[in-house]
C-alpha cells in the first residue's frame, strides 16, 4: 500500500536538549515549537513485495549509515504498531524538501512527521496525530511536534502514553511572521544532544526549564507576542550556553548570525518594533515579528548580507492524493 504526507518543519520556542534514552529519543525535558508554512518535506512511502529491501531516499539521495538507521527505527516502529500483513514487505521511502536541510531549519522535523504520517496510513493504523506523533519521535524528538503542529508541546515521559506532543491552544499565528536569516552552515543535531548532559551547564538549565515551559504556554494561550517570543530568545541564548560548554565546544553561530541578533536588538531597542530573533541548532536565525512590521524587519535582515524568505505558522502534517506521489 502507498501513501503520500505533507509536514511543515518547526522553529523552537522552548527547546529541548539531550535525551535520557536515545533509542526512543525520550528527551531530558518537555520542549514547545511552532511550525513554519509554507516550508515543507514531502514523502511517500510504499509497502510491496515487489521491493527487495527497505529503501529510503531524501532529496534523491539514496541514505546509508546513520541517516539510514534513524529513519529504519520510524519504520519499525510504525511496524510494530500495525496488523496489517503487507507490512512484512519491504518499504521504499521517497522524500523531498522545500527548504534548506542541516542549516537550522529544522529539516528532520519536517522529515520524520511527513514520514511517520504516510507510514502510519500506510500501514493501515488507525491512530489519532497525538499518537503518531511517538512514532516521528523515534527518528527525532522534535519531529512528535511537527506531527501535530502549529503551536505544540512534547510532553517528557518513560512510554509513548506520556511522551507524546500535543497542541497549545494560542491566536499567535494570526500576527506571527517568521523571517528567515539564512546562513548555510553545516551541522549535526544528534551529536550536540549526545553530550548535552556532559555540560557543567546542562544542570542549570534543567533547572530553570520547566519554569520556562510553563511562562510559554501560558503566555501562547493568552496571546502575549512579546512575552512569548522574549522567552524564545533568551531560550535561544540558553541552549547556545549548553552546547558551547559540552565536550565538543560546539560553536554554530556564523559572523552572519550575530549579526542579525545586533539588527534585531537595534530595531527592538531604537526602533520600538516587537522582534526577536531564535535559533535552533545551527547558523540560520529565525526573526519574530508582527505582519505589520514585517517587511521593514525583512529589509533590515536581508541587509546584513543574508538571504532572507518570510513564513507563516504551519499547521499538522497532513495526507495528500495519489496525485501528490513521488513515485
Not at 32 to 44: G, L, Q, Y
Not at 78 to 86: C, G, L, N, Q, V
Not at 124 to 147: H, M, N, P, Y
Request: with cysteine; charged share 25%.
Amino acid at each position: 500500500m502507498k501513501a503520500t504526507a505533507m509536514a511543515h518543519p518547526i522553529q523552537g520556542l522552548v527547546k529541548y536538549h539531550g535525551m535520557r534514552d536515545d533509542i526512543e529519543r525520550l528527551p531530558y525535558h518537555d520542549s514547545i515549537s511552532v511550525c513554519t508554512a509554507p516550508s515543507h518535506t514531502r514523502t511517500t512511502v510504499e509497502f510491496s513485495m515487489d521491493h527487495e529491501e527497505d529503501t529510503f531516499v531524501v532529496d534523491g539521495e539514496e541514505l546509508d549509515g546513520r541517516a539510514y538507521e534513524r529513519v529504519e527505527a520510524v519504520v519499525e516502529k510504525a511496524r510494530s504498531k500495525s496488523d496489517a500483513a503487507h507490512t512484512v514487505y519491504p518499504v521504499r521511502l521517497e522524500s523531498e524538501n522545500s527548504f534548506p536541510s542541516n542549516v537550522g531549519l529544522g529539516s528532520s522535523s519536517s522529515g520524520f512527521a511527513a514520514a511517520a504520517m504516510a507510514l502510519a496510513e500506510a500501514a493501515e493504523l488507525d491512530a489519532s496525530k497525538q499518537e503518531i506523533s511517538t512514532i516521528a519521535r523515534v527518528g527525532s524528538a522534535s519531529a512528535a511536534r511537527a506531527v501535530t503542529g502549529a503551536f505544540s508541546q512534547l510532553h517528557t515521559g518513560l512510554n509513548d502514553a506520556d511522551c507524546r506532543s500535543k497542541r497549545v491552544p494560542s491566536d499567535l499565528h494570526e500576527e506571527l511572521k517568521i523571517i528567515v536569516g539564512l546562513v548555510p552552515y553545516h551541522k549535526e543535531t544528534e551529536d550536540a544532544h549526545r553530550e548535552a548532559a556532559d555540560s557543567h551547564m546542562f544542570q542549570a538549565r534543567n533547572a530553570h526549564i520547566h519554569g520556562q515551559i510553563a511562562e510559554m504556554r501560558d503566555a501562547l494561550r493568552n496571546n502575549e507576542f512579546e512575552r512569548a517570543f522574549e522567552l524564545a530568545e533568551h531560550d535561544s541564548l540558553s541552549l547556545a550556553a549548553t552546547t558551547m560548554t559540552g565536550p565538543s565546544g560546539w560553536v554554530y553561530w556564523q559572523p552572519a548570525t550575530l549579526a542579525v541578533f545586533n539588527t534585531v536588538r537595534e530595531l527592538r531597542e531604537e526602533e520600538d518594533i516587537p522582534v526577536y530573533f531564535s535559533t535552533d541548532t545551527g547558523a540560520s536565525v529565525y526573526v519574530n515579528t508582527t505582519e505589520e512590521h514585517a517587511e521593514e524587519v525583512e529589509e533590515a535582515v536581508a541587509d546584513c548580507g543574508v538571504s532572507t524568505t518570510t513564513w507563516d505558522v504551519g499547521g499538522p502534517a497532513r495526507l495528500l492524493d495519489e496525485d501528490d506521489h513521488l513515485f
